[in-house]
């Protein structure tokens, strides 16, 4: 019998953003890929619409001065420019809300076992300010919620592209956090900071490498750390065709290590959480395929597999193989 479909996270907000035109951050990714969802046959009522986080969480990853200047729109022109948005209300409401998405996406994924977040992983924002489009650390925020809760040791699996860096300078003195990114050596951020385990990648790495670097981090640290909760930035810019990306993983090895990180928790006990992290392909149609594969992954796993697509057919045939 199959475990309960994954609690997924949403709001409309997220894609409610005016952007001046050609901006590089593709803001309607998040609306094509609830819309995506709903076509495969997830219905709405499966999506819980996410609620802004508690300040007072919050403040216990960011610095007070900083919160409060971003917040009032009081940030000076460079500190906006390092974040890449021009500052207004409705940015502000729409990264608290993604805040206390990825915060309830943890408290259900610590309840029942996976939760998915159609946002999440600002994970360059520092404590103290914002940076690449990340004005708050949604991903520390859930891992200090958890901490919170009386979760022990918490790993964040970031496999985003760019490294992590505002989360393993939030917790380079918080052994209860394991912080991990497998990111692309030569791209942003130039200088990196130093996570728990750091992999950087070369650029035009494929799916053979990528794949092993996944499964030894993933499976070395699970064993080292045993811990309680994952939360998994499941960045889908290391795709052959993002934008920005510089490495060279296909469609099919996106959603082979999104089954192989969501297979191995689930084989070892351990919740997850994740988020959908980055993506910069313009052709939002790709990059809405590109996402899904985290919630083809996570369905399957539930024993709900959702309709299949043609180009997920190897999946459904290979997929337990790769467990």
């Known amino acids: 019998m199959g475990r309960a479909a994954p609690g997924l996270i949403y709001h409309p907000i997220y894609s409610e953003l005016e952007l001046p035109y050609r901006h590089r951050y593709p803001i309607g990714k998040y609306r094509a890929l609830y819309q995506a969802l709903q076509q495969l046959g997830v219905p709405a009522h499966a999506f819980q619409l996410s609620e802004s986080a508690d300040l007072a969480l919050v403040r216990q990853i960011h610095q007070p001065d900083y919160l409060q200047a971003l917040c009032t729109g009081k940030l000076d022109a460079k500190a906006m420019r390092r974040i890449g948005f021009p500052w207004s209300e409705q940015l502000i409401r729409r990264s608290l809300l993604s805040v206390g998405g990825t915060v309830q996406s943890t408290a259900l994924a610590l309840q029942h076992g996976l939760a998915l977040h159609l946002s999440g992983g600002y994970h360059h924002a520092f404590a103290g300010y914002g940076s690449g489009f990340c004005l708050l650390n949604d991903l520390a925020v859930a891992a200090r919620y958890a901490l919170n809760q009386g979760v022990h040791k918490v790993l964040i699996f970031d496999c985003d592209v760019h490294q992590g860096d505002g989360t393993a300078a939030i917790f ?22 130093q996570s728990d385990w750091d992999l950087a990648l070369d650029s035009n790495s494929a799916d053979p490498d990528y794949l092993a670097a996944v499964e030894q981090s993933l499976d070395y640290l699970l064993r080292l750390h045993q811990p309680e909760l994952v939360i998994y930035d499941a960045g889908i810019d290391v795709h052959q065709q993002d934008d920005l990306g510089l490495l060279a993983v296909s469609t099919r090895g996106i959603a082979q290590r999104d089954w192989l990180v969501l297979s191995r928790c689930q084989q070892a006990g351990i919740p997850v959480a994740a988020v959908i992290g980055g993506g910069y392909q313009r052709d939002l149609a790709q ?37």
Not at 184 to 191: A, I, R, S, V
Not at 290 to 299: G, T, Y
């Open 172 to 193: 380079a003195n918080e052994p209860a956090v394991i912080t991990c990114s497998l990111h692309g050596e030569k791209n942003f951020p130039y200088h990196k900071q």
């Open 287 to 323: 990059l809405t395929h590109s996402h899904l594969q985290l919630f083809f992954a996570a369905f399957a796993l539930a024993g709900q597999p959702l309709p299949s697509h043609p180009d997920w057919q190897w999946a459904l045939a290979e997929a337990p193989l790769l467990a």
